[in-house]
Nanobody, 123 residues
């Protein structure tokens, strides 16, 4: 199985910055896509940033402020968040999809989620 572990959340004042990390563990063979989602209290989980190969997408609300990057050697995705606003508050979840090895010649697809990390932006 593939597990994702997030870190880097916390409390920050409006205008500040945070960097989230999400590291994948397990017998990962390849990762096709990684992304970040955000869930504010009482709301649905929405896509914040997504990267698959050279394709990068951002929610309109974070364009120009957030940057997603991937370290393929470490199976880690980062989300650099600048100029944070109170409306960025929520639990941030990372997601990854790809292939992992289950045996000498056996491979399976995975689509995993992290446990979430809280980001709180005070006004």
């Amino acid at each position: 199985q593939v597990q994702l572990v997030e870190s880097g959340g916390g409390l920050v004042q409006a205008g500040g910055s945070l960097r989230l990390s999400c590291a994948g563990s397990g017998t990962i063979v390849s990762i096709n896509s990684m992304g970040w989602h955000r869930q504010a209290p009482g709301l649905q989980r929405d896509l914040v940033a997504f990267r698959s190969g050279n394709t990068i997408k951002y929610a309109d609300s974070v364009k120009g402020r957030f940057t997603i990057s991937i370290d393929n050697a470490k199976n880690t995705v980062y989300l650099q968040m600048n100029s944070l606003k109170p409306e960025d508050t929520g639990v941030y979840y990372c997601n990854a999809a790809g292939t992992y090895q289950t045996g000498p010649t056996y491979f399976r697809a995975f689509n995993s989620w992290g446990q979430g990390t809280q980001v709180t932006v005070s006004s």
